[in-house]
């Protein structure tokens, strides 16, 4: 049943218009066939120039020119997450007793981040960076410190990358690191130039600033620039946040919320037109920006200066509403690319009547488990996921990767959908043919997604779940008291 | 110089250190610990608030002792201590008379890194006794004992790149046995295997049932809790280093079947009492002595907690040494076991009633017995020992302490530190008698270290 299912998604979903081209000249040649020999014959005595011209070149240049202007197939060879070291854990007890001795934080503040790690679906062992391990925490935050996290996050993942494909590293033509919050000079992909002695006309772009869901937007830039590059080219994406310059020293409740949930964490994957090796296959990379004319989702997640005059980021109350928003209008965009055509019409006709015809009736979710067997959904926080999960009425099992992620690893940002891929692998649900829906949300307020289809699975469980694995899923409760 | 940042941290040494701490953070476990899990001290732990103890251990230069390795078998070995991870709280109800509970919240323990300027041998030669303190840092409990880390881990690295490993801890926790004992674990732990002495953790072990009637109060420990607070001498340390060769000249002045300890203990007892007027008849000398394996059913050496039973030995002065240090030993084999059970029902008693603790080393000479640990053998590199071992017991003011200890030559050699009065400190160093049979003063006071040769 699920190989017609296969066939049918192959077929009827991704390649609509090579279809209708085949029934096209199917029935055209059927019609030619029906003409008889000694029809045919006359027929071709009578043929001129303009006949030839019409009836043969051009169909067949439209042909190799539609051909051509396709884009490539763009794969992932594989990826790579930054294991956590032990040393490096951050259980709630020492992290509430580093907040009472800081000297910046006062005790309203501090009753106020205890209830909220508690209830935040974080588990005991994420982990912060090591200049984050010192009391007081904030003379530590310097920009050698960040340097170190970078270096210490992305050269672990590179390097796990590099020898899980046996890639050479000057066999890499493209570049794209994503770190949001820390952008030094020289810049973050020079950085990896120099250690990894990358090619000397390596395309190389460093984003900065685009918040959680830069992830997918690095992933989208390395697509298009493989489209230029020479056939079987390789690009590294690399996604981090370096969580060391951003420590947050004021007493703004909106602004502590960030030191509470962000752990450090990265991701190193390697992308190539080449299928040699390949793993995933890279379907649609759908981006939505919803701050334009909206001035609640431009203000959502908003870095600016208390009245004291610290830096941090300001997360708004209806950070919620306005994901639910900046989902639907991803979901109108990717939905017609990945639903079967039940689904999309059912959603279409649903979309009308609320719209045009005003009728009063609930908006169609389209059933996406149809399109989908494993979504990673952005960990930022608890409530993101119970209200992606409720909105795209998704099963426990089906956000698991989601939750157990935030548990063991925290918010590790732009990364945090490649630990929740490398859980759903460790786990050994990957199976040839499945496909992932991966969904980042960030400042913007901008909803990222990105489709993913199996080609081959994981190998082992070896990765940043490789200690912890067996131990999961595990029972979140609402308030984890310890 | 002390480091802004070290001043902002509270840990800065004082002027003219050759230590300097840089950096204050705190290490966890590596498996988080089971919620919910605590741990009630017993009477005997807390009746040792008023005291911690410091050891410093030191490690010449080798491959695999680094900054780094260090922290992460020390991440691991601290999953096998989950009371060192966690925080004092008061028991039921809050009343002072419900004792401490040690609740693992899973907290970890603080850290220090430091440097010192000089190298390992440099320090060796010339660092007086009090600036070995300088490489276990520690903080006393101050106000919020629920934020407050009990233990303390200092690394102190040379300029040779060789280790003083510094262990500071409150003795509700731990006494110098089972800390001692904790590096052996973190040794193991760091060349990838098991320690023999893995920690022990038996609330019960020193339970008693509630009396009918309020037990007799032992009279030395009555009279610690009823002296009063000794003058505010400043107290300092001495560390004497007796070679195996001294130690058997010693001995074989003695009577035979003597043992080290009690050689030491009647040797400097003579001496620091020599001072005073020379009174007739007995005299008393409180001997601290670890009573794991002295107790009919004996506890593992790793027992977490303090089990060190404070006992009174008399001698008459001017029979001499021989005399005496029979004395003590016969003493020291002949400890009956009720008194320690009676110590600790009057201290559980007492302890319920509301009584405040009170200083259990000291006010009198004590002398404590710590030759029997295995602290040499606490070896982070295979076949590595420590190049030497320090250990101090803070808060035993008044007369004064003094502790032996094993030494780097190992079996027949010792290590005796001192903490006396600083006049008595001082007039000891210098003292013949103590010096003729060989000893050399390894760590002497501050004014000493300037003029001691070689």
């Given at each position: 049943m699920s190989l017609l299912k296969a066939a049918y998604q192959r077929i009827m979903v991704d390649n609509l218009q090579p279809l209708v081209l085949v029934h096209l000249l199917a029935a055209s040649l059927v019609a030619l066939l029906r003409f008889g020999p000694d029809e045919l014959s006359s027929l071709l005595r009578e043929l001129q120039p303009v006949h030839l011209f019409f009836g043969g070149f051009l169909p067949a240049a439209v042909v190799i020119v539609y051909l051509m202007l396709r884009p490539r197939a763009v794969y992932l060879v594989d990826y790579a997450c930054f294991r956590t070291p032990h040393t490096s854990r951050v259980p709630f007890a020492t992290f509430l007793e580093h907040s009472k001795q800081s000297p910046t934080l006062n005790s309203r503040s501090f009753r106020f981040i205890s209830p909220l790690l508690e209830r935040s679906g974080l588990g005991e062992e994420t982990c912060l960076p090591p200049a984050q391990h010192n009391i007081p925490t904030h003379k530590y935050c310097t920009l050698d410190g960040a340097r170190a996290e970078f270096e210490l996050v992305v050269f672990s993942a590179i390097d796990d990358l590099l020898a899980k494909t046996g890639i050479a590293p000057d066999a890499i033509g493209i570049l794209v690191v994503n770190c949001s919050l820390f952008c030094p000079t020289p810049s973050l992909v020079d950085i990896i130039v120099r250690r990894y002695n990358l090619r000397r006309d390596i395309r190389s772009m460093n984003l900065a600033g685009m918040g959680c869901s830069a992830g997918l937007i690095s992933v989208g830039l390395a697509r298009n620039l493989l489209q230029v590059a020479p056939q079987g080219s390789h690009a590294l994406v690399v996604s981090t946040e370096t969580i060391t310059p951003n420590y947050y020293v004021g007493n703004e409740r909106a602004m502590l919320l960030p030191n509470c949930l962000f752990r450090v964490g990265g991701a190193a994957a390697l992308l190539s037109t080449s299928p040699v090796n390949a793993r995933f296959r890279l379907n649609h990379v759908v981006r939505t920006n919803t701050g334009a004319g909206d001035d609640n989702a431009y203000r959502c997640v908003f870095q600016e200066e208390d009245d004291e005059g610290n830096v941090g980021i300001n997360l708004s109350k209806d950070l919620m509403v306005i994901a639910g928003k900046a989902l639907e209008a991803n979901i109108t965009r990717i939905?017609?690319?990945?639903?079967?055509?039940?689904?999309?019409?059912?959603?279409?006709?649903?979309?009308?009547?609320?719209?045009?015809?005003?009728?009063?009736?609930?908006?169609?979710?389209?059933?996406?488990?149809?399109?989908?067997?494993?979504?990673?959904?952005?960990?930022?926080?608890?409530?993101?996921?119970?209200?992606?999960?409720?909105?795209?009425?998704?099963?426990?099992?089906?956000?698991?990767?989601?939750?157990?992620?935030?548990?063991?690893?925290?918010n590790t940002s732009s990364s945090s959908l490649w630990y929740e891929l490398a859980y759903v692998e460790a786990k050994g649900r990957m199976r040839k043919g499945d496909r992932v829906w991966m969904i980042g949300f960030g400042s913007g307020f901008k909803c990222n997604s990105a489709a993913w289809e199996c080609i081959h699975p994981a190998p082992n469980a070896d990765g940043p779940w490789a200690t912890s694995i067996h131990r999961y899923p595990v029972l979140i409760p609402d308030v984890l008291k310890h | 110089m002390p480091t802004a940042m070290a001043t902002a941290a509270g840990m800065a040494t004082g002027p003219g250190s050759r230590v300097t701490r840089y950096a204050k953070s705190t290490a966890a476990s590596v498996t988080p610990v089971r919620p919910g899990k605590t741990h009630t001290l017993s009477a005997l732990d807390n009746a040792m608030e008023r005291h911690a103890v410091h050891l410093v251990l030191y490690y010449r230069a080798a491959p695999g002792v680094d900054r780094d390795p260090l922290k992460e078998s020390l991440s691991e070995v601290l999953s096998l201590y989950p009371t060192m991870v966690g925080r004092l709280t008061r028991g039921e109800g809050d009343a002072p008379g419900s004792g401490w509970i040690v609740k693992c919240n899973d907290a970890g323990v603080r850290m220090v890194d430091a440097r010192a300027a000089v190298t390992l041998d440099e320090w060796l030669a010339t660092a007086s006794a009090d600036e070995e303190i300088d490489l276990a840092y520690f903080e006393q409990m101050g106000s919020e004992p629920y934020i407050w880390s009990p233990f303390y881990?200092?690394?102190?690295?040379?300029?040779?790149?060789?280790?003083?490993?510094?262990?500071?801890?409150?003795?509700?926790?731990?006494?110098?046995?089972?800390?001692?004992?904790?590096?052996?674990?973190?040794?193991?732990?760091?060349?990838?295997?098991?320690s023999p002495y893995s920690p022990f953790l038996h609330s019960p072990s020193f339970a008693v049932s509630p009396a009918a009637s309020p037990p007799p109060a032992p009279p030395m420990l009555a009279a610690k809790s009823t002296a009063a607070p000794p003058s505010a001498d400043a107290m300092s340390s001495a560390t004497f280093h007796f070679p195996a060769d001294a130690m058997r000249a010693l001995l074989s002045s003695l009577e035979p079947e003597t043992t080290p300890f009690a050689a030491l203990a009647a040797l400097f007892w003579l001496r620091v009492a020599a001072a005073g007027t020379a009174e007739e008849g007995e005299k008393d000398l409180t001997l601290a002595l670890d009573f794991r394996k002295k107790m009919h059913a004996p506890l593992p050496t790793g027992y977490y907690g303090s089990a060190v039973h404070f006992t009174r030995a008399s001698a008459d002065l001017s029979s001499g040494l021989s005399a005496v240090a029979a004395a003590l030993d016969r003493r020291v084999t002949s400890v009956p076991e009720e008194e320690l059970w009676a110590a600790v029902e009057w201290l559980h008693a007492r302890q319920a009633e509301g009584g405040e603790p009170f200083q259990m080393y000291g006010p009198e000479l004590t002398c404590m017995a710590l030759d029997h640990l295995p602290l040499y053998g606490a070896e982070f590199v295979a076949g590595e020992q420590p190049a030497r071992v320090a250990c101090r017991v803070a808060g035993a003011v008044g007369e004064g302490i003094v502790i032996v200890l094993p030494a780097a030559e190992g079996d027949a050699a010792r290590d005796v530190v001192v903490t006396l009065p600083a006049e008595a400190t001082a007039r000891i160093c210098r003292d013949d008698e103590v010096l003729r049979y060989g000893a050399k003063v390894v760590a002497g006071t501050k004014v000493e270290t300037g003029a001691k040769a070689k």
């Open positions: 939905g017609p690319l990945v639903l079967p055509l039940r689904e999309q019409l059912l959603f279409a006709i649903s979309l009308v009547a609320r719209k045009v015809f005003r009728a009063r009736i609930k908006p169609y979710i389209p059933n996406f488990s149809k399109a989908f067997k494993h979504f990673c959904i952005h960990a930022g926080g608890r409530a993101v996921i119970d209200e992606l999960q409720k909105s795209l009425s998704l099963s426990d099992e089906q956000v698991e990767a989601s939750r157990m992620t935030l548990h063991r690893f925290g | 881990v200092q690394l102190t690295e040379f300029t040779d790149k060789s280790y003083a490993l510094g262990l500071s801890c409150t003795h509700l926790h731990n006494d110098p046995t089972a800390a001692a004992l904790f590096f052996h674990c973190w040794a193991a732990a760091h060349r990838r295997s098991t």
